[in-house]
C-alpha cells in the first residue's frame, strides 16, 4: 500500500506532464508559420504500476517520447510538385520575357518592320523616280535592321543571363548540399541509440531538401541501421551522389563551348558532366535553364534563318535590276580567293552558291551612249577568269586588291552597272548588293545605298521610269521563295511569332496547373502536419487545467504530511 510520498511522485509525475505539454504546444505555436515545421505531440505513458496488496498500484505518468506528426510519404509528394512547379515557374518566365522582344500584340514588332520595308519597294515600283520614295526604302530598310539586331542581340543576352543563372543556382544548391549534409550529422548524433527523435532538424533537413529540389532533380532514400538505432539520408542528381549523410560532394559551373555547363566534382577533383541528365529530368529550376537554352538558340536559329532569307533573296534581284545612276568604282564586301573556282563559293564561306550563267555589264560613257558585255559563268570558270573578263570589257578596269576584294573601275567620264545576274555571282560576292551581312547578327543596308539612294536597283534598266524590279522586291513578302521554295518570309516570321506565343502559352499553363496541384498538396500537409492555432489554444487550457490539479493535489498531499507530522509532534 503506497503511502502520501507515493502520492507526491504522482503529482510530480503529472506537473511535468502538464509542463512538457504546454512547452511543447507554446512550440508549436510559435512556428505555425515557420516553413517546414511539423506538429508535435507529448506522448504520454502510464508509469510501470506497482505490485502490491490486494494488486497493482498507479505510479503517475511517464513521457514516452515527444513526436512530430510529419508524413514522409506526404512530403515526398509535396518535393517532386514543387521541384516540377519550379521548373515551370522558370521556364514560364524565360518565355514570357521572349514574348516581349517580339511584342506583336503591341504591333511594334519586327512584324510592322517588314511590313513597311517590303510596302516601302512596292511604294517606289509605283513612282521609281522619287527621290523621296527611294529614301523611304533605305530608312525602312534601316528599321528593319536595326529590328533583326535588337532582338538577335537580346536573345544572345539571354543566352548570357541563363548561363549566369545556371551559376547562381549552383552556389545555392552547394550551400544547401553542404548545410544537408551537416544536420544529417546533427541528426545521427541526436538519434544515437534510437531513443530520441530529432524533430527540429528533421523539420529543418525537409525543408532544405525542398528548396534543393526545386533547383535540382534529386532523388532521396534513407537506410536505417537497427544495430544504432540511426538512420542515413542519401541525395543524388544527375545519377551522381552528392550527399551520403554527413559526406557530401559540391557542384560546379563551367564555361564549356560558349555555354556554361554543370560538373559533379568527384572525390579525387575531377570532373563529370551532368548537364544532359540534369536538363532531361524536367524537374527544377536548373533543368529549366537548360532546356529553355536550348529553345532559346533554336529561335534565335530561326531568327537568323529569315534574316538571312531577307539578305540573300532581296540581293538576288537586287543584283538582276539597276539604279538610276552607276557606279565610278565597286567593290565587292565579300573577300574571294582568284585562283578558287566559283562554284566552290559556298566552301568558301560566301552567302548565296553559284551557278552556270551569265550577268551583263553595261557601260555608260560621257556621252550617254550605253554598251552592254555580258560575262559568262561557265564549268571550271574561277574568279581569276571572272576578273580577266571584266577587264577585257572596254571602259573598265577591274583587279583583286590586297584584301582580297573584286574591284571594277569604270574610266574617267564613264559609269558602270552589273544587271541581269541570273548566276548568283554578283549577290555571292557582294558587288551592288543593297545589304551587306549574313545574319540576323550583322545585316546593314550596303553604305552605298544610304549615301546614294538613285543607286537603288528599282528598275530592270536605268530608265527613270522603270520600277520592275522594286515591284519584285516587295513581292517578296509574300513569295515562297524559302526553305526551297516552300514558304515565304512573312509565312516564316509568323510561324516563328506563332510558336514563342504557343510555348509560353502552353508553359503557363502547366505552370498554373502544377502550381495548383502543389498549393492542394500543401494544404494536405498542413491539415495532416500543420499547426492549428485554434486547436493548440484549446490544448492550452486542457494542460494548463493538468497542471493546476497536480498543483493542488500535490497542495493536498503536502497538507495531510503536515498534519500527520503535527499529530506526532
Known amino acids: ?300 536559329s530561326k531568327l537568323d534563318e529569315i534574316a538571312t532569307g531577307v539578305i540573300n533573296q532581296v540581293n538576288l534581284l537586287h543584283a538582276k535590276g539597276m539604279g538610276l545612276t552607276g557606279y565610278s568604282s565597286l567593290a565587292s564586301t565579300n573577300r574571294i580567293n582568284a585562283v578558287d573556282s566559283v562554284f566552290s563559293a559556298a566552301f568558301l564561306g560566301l552567302p548565296i552558291d553559284i551557278t552556270k550563267g551569265s550577268f551583263d555589264v553595261v557601260v555608260a560613257d560621257q556621252d550617254g551612249t550605253h554598251t552592254t558585255s555580258t560575262i559568262k559563268i561557265e564549268d571550271g570558270t574561277t574568279f581569276e577568269n571572272v576578273k580577266d573578263a571584266l577587264s577585257n570589257v572596254n571602259g573598265i578596269t577591274a583587279y583583286i586588291d590586297g584584301d582580297n576584294h573584286l574591284v571594277v573601275q569604270a574610266d574617267t567620264g564613264s559609269k558602270v552597272f552589273l544587271t541581269n545576274d541570273n548566276t548568283g555571282f554578283l549577290a555571292s560576292v557582294g558587288m551592288g548588293t543593297f545589304f551587306t551581312g549574313s545574319g540576323a547578327a550583322d545585316i546593314k543596308v550596303n553604305p552605298l545605298m544610304i549615301n546614294d539612294p538613285s543607286k537603288i536597283a528599282a528598275g530592270l534598266t536605268d530608265n527613270a521610269g522603270d520600277g520592275q524590279n522594286a515591284a519584285s522586291i516587295g513581292g517578296l513578302a509574300d513569295a515562297r521563295v524559302l526553305k526551297n521554295g516552300t514558304t515565304s518570309v512573312m509565312e516564316l516570321y509568323n510561324s516563328l511569332v506563332g510558336d514563342v506565343g504557343i510555348d509560353g502559352q502552353n508553359y503557363k499553363s502547366l505552370q498554373d496547373n502544377q502550381q495548383s496541384l502543389t498549393d492542394q498538396i500543401e494544404k494536405e500537409r498542413e491539415s495532416e502536419s500543420g499547426v492549428s492555432l485554434n486547436e493548440e489554444a484549446a490544448k492550452l487550457i486542457k494542460f494548463q487545467k493538468a497542471f493546476n490539479a497536480s498543483a493542488k493535489f500535490i497542495t493536498v498531499i503536502d497538507n495531510l504530511t503536515t498534519t500527520i507530522i503535527g499529530m506526532i509532534r
Open 1 to 300: 500500500m503506497g503511502g502520501l510520498f507515493d502520492g507526491i511522485s504522482i503529482g510530480l509525475s503529472g506537473l511535468n506532464a502538464a509542463q512538457a505539454s504546454l512547452n511543447t504546444t507554446q512550440n508549436n505555436i510559435a512556428n505555425a508559420n515557420t516553413p517546414g515545421y511539423s506538429r508535435q505531440t507529448v506522448d504520454l505513458e502510464e508509469s510501470f504500476p506497482a505490485l502490491d496488496i490486494p494488486g497493482t498500484r498507479g505510479r503517475g505518468v511517464s513521457i514516452g517520447a515527444i513526436t512530430s506528426s510529419r508524413n514522409t510519404l506526404l512530403e515526398r509528394r509535396l518535393r517532386t510538385s514543387s521541384a516540377l512547379s519550379s521548373y515551370y515557374k522558370s521556364a514560364s518566365g524565360l518565355l514570357s520575357r521572349i514574348e516581349t522582344l517580339f511584342n506583336e500584340p503591341a504591333g511594334t514588332g519586327l512584324s510592322g518592320a517588314l511590313n513597311g520595308f517590303f510596302n516601302s519597294w512596292q511604294a517606289l515600283s509605283t513612282d521609281p523616280s522619287s527621290a523621296s520614295a527611294r529614301s523611304n526604302v533605305a530608312r525602312s530598310a534601316q528599321t528593319l535592321s536595326t529590328g533583326f539586331k535588337q532582338i538577335d542581340g537580346q536573345l544572345s543576352d539571354m543566352l548570357k543571363q541563363t548561363d549566369d543563372e545556371v551559376s547562381q543556382n549552383s552556389d545555392k544548391a552547394n550551400l544547401l548540399i553542404k548545410n544537408i549534409a551537416s544536420v544529417n550529422g546533427e541528426i545521427a548524433n541526436a538519434e544515437l541509440g534510437g531513443i530520441d527523435r530529432a524533430n527540429g532538424l528533421r523539420d529543418r533537413r525537409g525543408e532544405m531538401l525542398k528548396q534543393l529540389s526545386e533547383i535540382l532533380p534529386i532523388e532521396t532514400s534513407e537506410t536505417s541501421y537497427k544495430s544504432s538505432g540511426q538512420s542515413e539520408l542519401s541525395v543524388q542528381t544527375g545519377g551522381m551522389s552528392i550527399i551520403s549523410g554527413k559526406e557530401f560532394h559540391q557542384l560546379k559551373a563551367l564555361k564549356t563551348g560558349q555555354r556554361d555547363n554543370l560538373f559533379f566534382i568527384n572525390s579525387g577533383g575531377s570532373l563529370t558532366d551532368i548537364t544532359d541528365s540534369v536538363k532531361n529530368a524536367l524537374s527544377g529550376s536548373m533543368s529549366a535553364l537548360f532546356a529553355m537554352r536550348n529553345t532559346i538558340s533554336q529561335y534565335r
